[in-house]
């Protein structure tokens, strides 16, 4: 990339109607955006797409401005030169008539000023926002967004997705809590200044490893301000009203408390995961304070760095586009008129980054005497470990005990009952739940993910074959959780499982392929031949277990490519 870089992006994927020019010899970035506010319920596509008709070609003629004035200062740009080098536009995910709409728009500008096109992966723009404007070199990510919400991190040429919602959007599903309330759209902002009078009320916390749903914390939530079943049922904390209903004030506060803790937990689990020790928001529910604030205390409790970019950049903005398009233009990344088509369910894993070394991944060598997992402090004691899980100070203290003590029981528990159906696992020699504390044989000589055997992963398709056999799931199978032997002879592939804190019981297909559905995600996010190894573990698995779990994981996978 010449030093004289500048972009034109622009952005429209939903809401903000947005062009931005990004000046790479300063690294500043102009923002201008033209925002769509509907006047009763949610984002109206068709709304939305005659806001981006009627407002891009404006805020694309403003960056322009801005563009020619920093061309008139640059000594290598001439008169006759175009003001930018390219223009870079949102491709998807977003609403089909507001992405055709403004890739029009795009296409008109690139011809024009006869520059090349960039097609940039909106969620991707949010969180390479973040590595750019921190200098992180392979942070986990956390995309907190209207739409979407992911955790990813890099490997291999690609951001692989470690854990997402399995229903909708973070940002989506409280706006349509603020609809049943009759509060005007966007809900996210109402909410943060609603639960800073409130005191916490408790409501569902689904975790499924990396992976979480909104919908029964949502649920909840509206029961509880109706006075319905969920409110009395959640063991509830602030009192009722009169009318049967929870102050309003209350569910909002114990809804940013139950959804925020969720993201929280599944970056660290991330962090965890991968080694890393960076991780960067983005996506516009990273504008509210207390989701930032527990990340920050997340972080700083494991050693971490945390950064958020500024709202400028969170919420939905071109300036993201711009910058991340400046990247793949000189990647060489651009696209023809013939190629640059939208696509309206574009995921973040599709994109093959261009920009970027291929970094191998380096896992931080684990302490001999202890060992920081995502949750717990393990030491290791001669033949045997002691598990401490300790307080989470980020999570409300009510809600973080029942956390801990439901964990620590149900690991007890489960990992005996899967040593009973013949599944390797450490033999528990002392539990305590109150102290949250464990104590188990130590088994094994490495976490499978340093040694990512096709035997290894058979042996994980059998046990999780086994236990489903016998009612009950892992809740968090990752490349982790698994303990192997490092002599390499085993042809069996002795692998033992642990960490059975996210088990229970449950006959439903489903839950049986989530567990699939967890160890296929953090195979892609430590293997370099994902595909081949997980293809492995299903074959084990359909050799022991109920083959329509597999047939019910294509389903899974399919609703997690929502929108
Ligand atoms: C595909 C694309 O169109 C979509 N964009 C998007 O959702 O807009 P974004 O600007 O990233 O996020 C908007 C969401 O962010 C929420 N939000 C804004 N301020 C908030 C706050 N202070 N607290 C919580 N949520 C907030 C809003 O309620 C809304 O749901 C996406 O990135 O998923
Ligand atoms: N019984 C055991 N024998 C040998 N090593 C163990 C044993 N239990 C745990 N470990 C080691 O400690 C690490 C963390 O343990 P564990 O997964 O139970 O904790 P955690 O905090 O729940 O971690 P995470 O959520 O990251 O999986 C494991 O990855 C493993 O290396
Ligand atoms: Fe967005």
Not at 438 to 451: C, I, N, Q, T, W
Request: net charge negative; proline share 5%.
């Amino acid at each position: 990339m010449t030093p004289d870089t500048r972009v034109l992006g622009i952005e429209g994927t939903a809401w903000a109607a947005s062009a931005a020019v990004y000046d790479r010899a300063t690294d500043t970035v102009e923002i201008e955006t033209e925002a769509y506010q509907p006047d009763s319920g949610g984002i109206h596509p068709r709304e939305a797409a005659e806001h981006m008709g009627d407002n891009s070609p404006d805020v694309v003629e403003r960056a322009l401005a801005h563009a020619r004035e920093l061309a008139a200062d640059d000594p290598d740009c001439g008169a006759d030169d175009p003001p930018v080098d390219c223009v870079a536009f949102s491709r998807g995910p977003g609403l089909g008539p507001c992405l055709r709409i403004v890739a029009t728009a795009a296409r008109a500008v690139a011809q024009r000023l006869d520059v090349p096109l960039v097609g940039v992966n909106h969620m991707v723009a949010h969180l390479e926002i973040g590595r750019h404007r921190s200098g992180f070199e392979s942070p986990v990510c956390l995309n907190a967004s209207g739409a979407n919400a992911h955790v990813l991190a890099y490997r291999n040429g690609r951001y692989r997705v470690l854990g997402e919602t399995m229903d909708t959007g973070v940002g989506n599903a409280i706006d349509k809590f603020t609809r049943h309330l009759d509060w005007s759209h966007p809900g996210g902002p109402k909410v943060e200044e609603a639960a800073e009078d409130g005191a916490y009320h408790e409501l569902p916390y689904v975790v499924k490893g990396m992976d979480f749903s909104f919908s029964g914390v949502m649920s909840a939530a509206k029961d509880a301000v109706d006075g319905g079943p969920a409110s009395s049922a959640s063991g509830a904390s602030s009192d009722p009203r009169s009318d049967g209903g929870v102050p309003v004030e209350d569910v909002c506060h114990g809804l940013q408390e139950s959804v925020f803790a969720m993201l929280t937990e599944v970056s660290e689990r991330a962090l965890s995961l991968t080694g890393s020790d960076e991780l960067v928001l983005g996506g516009g529910v990273g504008q509210n304070a207390r989701l930032r604030e527990m990340l920050g205390e997340m972080c700083e409790q494991r050693g971490a760095d945390f950064f958020a970019p500024e709202a400028r950049f969170l919420r939905d903005n071109a300036g993201m586009i711009a910058v991340l398009g400046a990247k793949m233009y000189a990647a060489g990344d651009t696209l023809s008129i013939a190629e640059s088509g939208i696509d309206a369910d574009f995921r973040p894993d599709q994109v093959e980054v261009s920009w970027r070394e291929d970094e191998s991944p380096h896992y931080r060598p684990d302490d001999a005497d202890e060992l920081q997992g995502a949750e717990a402090t393990v030491e290791i004691d001669g033949d045997r470990v002691v598990k401490h899980r300790r307080p989470r100070s980020y999570r409300h203290p009510e809600l973080d005990e029942r956390l801990r003590v439901e964990r620590t029981r149900e690991e007890a528990r489960l990992t005996a009952e899967a040593r009973r159906h013949g599944v390797p696992t450490p033999v528990v020699l002392d539990v305590d739940p109150w102290e949250t504390r464990l104590v188990f044989e130590r088994v094994g000589d490495a976490d499978l993910r340093e040694r990512l055997t096709e035997p290894n992963v058979r042996a994980v398709g059998r046990h999780l074959a086994t236990i489903h056999e016998a009612g009950f799931v892992h809740g968090d199978p990752t490349t982790r959780n698994v303990r192997v032997s490092l002599d390499g002879t085993d042809d069996d592939g002795r692998a033992y499982l642990i960490d059975f804190g996210l088990g229970y019981y449950t006959d439903d297909r489903e839950d049986y392929a989530m567990d699939l559905h967890v160890l296929a995600q953090s195979l892609a996010g430590t293997a370099d031949d994902p595909e081949s190894l997980l293809a492995a573990a299903e074959e084990a698995y359909s050799s022991v277990g109920d083959e329509r779990v597999l047939d019910t994981l294509r389903a899974v996978e399919g609703r997690g490519r929502y929108q």
